[in-house]
């Protein structure tokens, strides 16, 4: 029987992000995300932390190479296929150092690639460093109302929230693929790439601590700290040198069940607290 992708439990394991110095990247965020460095090729970095797995590689600033997926065992992968194929998606095999055979790949509207697969036993996570595992994603889209139908129906992930405009456009659209808030979301954009990704350091204290790290590396929160409506988390955000927004949250919100909550598109909604970042 198939499995949609809360019911195969699925969550956001790593991210290839790209970049025109991905050397210098690297090296940002083992200093600022606290990461190790492992050079796998000429023009390719592994940078990992307790729960985080970053792969830096060339190309364009700002660009999602891919997102990695994992399935906690073979079985609910091959399920999760299964529903997958039952709803018509193209997919393709994908190959990964992470990844045990049977992992596979495929596009979303705006051509983000999201792989799925099961671990290698060997592939565990660095103890060492400030806790924050990476947690999720975050799109900018032209078309959000596109992203939504793609996520929910074709892909089985869970609408938990949405940001409504008043003239009744999708702003925004919160998706999961297990119980936490979200794994994978989307911002209305002039274009589409990349919004964020964030790190669940699970605790306001650990945000604290973040905090401190960053001013000890000269690096300035550019929003927060502030609480988000949808998902109740706590936040900070900074800036790598690409430009690529980073999020710290703490006490992202566990679904079970709810029904998807509709939110105006106010500053309180984006942040409780404060200043909002509007996006569009
Ligand atoms: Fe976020």
Redesign the pocket.
């Known amino acids: 029987m198939s499995l949609d992708a809360v019911q195969a439990n699925i969550s956001l394991h790593h991210l290839e992000i790209k970049s025109s110095d991905p050397k210098m990247l690297a090296e940002f965020y083992s200093k600022v995300m606290n990461m190790n460095i492992n050079r796998l090729t000429n023009q390719k970095f592994l940078c990992e932390g307790p729960g985080r797995k970053i792969i830096i590689t060339t190309g364009k600033n700002k660009t999602l190479g891919y997102a990695g997926m994992v399935c906690k065992n073979e079985e609910n992968l091959e399920r999760y296929k299964e529903f997958l194929k039952i709803n018509k998606c193209e997919i393709n095999a994908f190959v990964s150092e992470f990844y045990q055979s049977g992992s596979f790949a495929l596009q979303d509207p705006d051509n983000n690639m999201i792989c799925f697969g099961v671990l290698k036993k060997e592939n565990k996570f660095l103890t060492k460093g400030i806790y924050a595992p990476l947690q999720?994603l975050?799109f900018a889209s032209k078309d959000v109302e596109k992203f939504q139908n793609f996520y929910q129906r074709k892909l089985g992930f869970q609408v938990t929230d949405r940001v409504v405009k008043s003239t009744g456009e999708l702003a925004t659209c919160f998706t999961t693929s297990n119980h936490e808030h979200?794994t994978i979301?989307c911002f209305k954009s002039s274009q589409n790439g990349m919004d964020?990704h964030?790190y669940e350091a699970g605790e306001w204290n650990n945000i604290k601590i973040w905090c401190d790290h960053f001013a000890q590396n000269n690096v300035k929160l550019m929003w927060g700290p502030g609480r988000?409506g949808p998902?109740n988390?706590l936040?900070v955000f900074i800036e790598d040198i690409d430009g690529n927004w980073i999020?710290i949250?703490a006490e992202l919100e566990t679904v079970i069940g709810r029904p998807p909550k509709n939110w105006p598109q106010e500053e309180k909604t984006l942040n409780l607290w404060g200043k909002a970042i509007m996006r569009s």
Do not use: C
Request: glycine residues 8%.
């Open positions: 999720h975050t979200h979301a964020h964030s988000h998902g988390n936040f999020e949250s």
